[in-house]
């Protein structure tokens, strides 16, 4: 039996002809002698009915502080929703489709209510049903605890990370992840009308893409999918294009840049930054120590670091900036604050052995006044915090300086 994971997300199953559009690719994954099992995510986007964005807003309306039990008891509901209609829809044009939830469907996760990870799958069940030929529509998003049966959720984008877990389990010879777009892009098409969608793509590429900003893929989806090479095809719901393929083997990839003589994968962006300078004591080695001891001991997660002897810069989402400053003044260290920031990033297969790349980077802001606040690099991106109103102009220029 060979099995396919098809996750759809929210806008793949926001109306009847979505749904159609969902039915055609079950059929054709059929015709084509694969079983299906369909993960999918909660109907539309923010400010639709059953939403998650829309379910946590009412449920706040109750209890600003509300616990996180509820919460996630709350936000299971959209995908319940969602897979109950979504299998009426298939059942409708003939097909044996059962819904199930998270924990239905054998995904046991542990309590960390809002960012649960998954312990374990118990796939007997949905192989009977496989092999009766039954198509399980699976809530994606969600899991439940082993010994009291809980609903949790896996955070944001967990629906693609339901599905690759479940590639993983049931040992399926491929995950579909379709969405609103043909595939992965080099840039946001809706701020770089030239952007183009990559055929094909390595494992870590794309989840340092999906790490630096890019929306198409969840990246630990990507990391749980490399585990055992299952590959990974990102495509649209509402076309047949082959979309793009995410595999370990990237022979055939096209050189597209002639100063790396190597391709690059594309131009990311991250909003929402706040960036802090920290000034240190030249005179306590500890001081560094210190500061970062007390932030992660406040829960807060930190990024884009620099560090040296008199001074360290980092940032945090918006979100984090009030607790931030708590524990820099309880510390007493002396620091400045730059709000509405934003990381602009050119994801490479690799930086190392290149000369020119940052030069290029650097060169390509510069042209269009663009102010790099801070740059921060790894073996596989060059990155630049800069102001968040620069943002579309930022993509677009590195987007035309790399040739992509």
Known sequence: MKILIQKFGGTSVVDEQARTAVKDKVQHAIRSGYAPVVVVSAIGRKGAPYATDTLID????????????????LMCCGEIISACIMAATLQKFGFNAMALTGGQAGIITDSQFGAARIKNIKTDDLKHLLESGVIPVICGFQGMTEN?????????????VTAAALGVALNAEKIEIYTDVEGVMTADPRIVKEATILHKISYAEVAQMAQQGAKVIHPRAVEIAMRKNIPVVVKSTFSDAPGTL???????????????????????YL???VQFRVRLDNDDASSGRILFED??????????????????MFAVFS???DRTVAVLDEAGFDYDVNKNCAKVSVVFAAVRGFPGLMAKFVSALADNKIHILQTVDSD?????????ECVNEAVTALHKAFKL
């Open 58 to 73: 009412f449920l706040k309306q109750a209890n600003l502080s509300v616990n996180v039990r509820e919460q996630d008891m």
């Open 148 to 160: 009291h049966g809980k609903f949790t959720t896996l955070g944001r984008g967990g629906s693609d």
């Open 246 to 268: 995410i595999t370990s083997d990237i022979s055939g990839m096209e050189v597209e840049n002639s100063v790396a003589e190597r391709r690059i994968s594309g131009v990311t």
């Open 271 to 273: 909003k929402d930054l």
């Open 295 to 312: 932030l992660a001991a406040a829960g807060i997660s930190v990024s884009c670091l620099n560090l040296s002897e008199s001074s360290s």
């Open 319 to 321: 979100g984090d900036t």
């Open 380 to 388: 596989t991106t060059i990155s630049a915090i800069i102001k968040e």
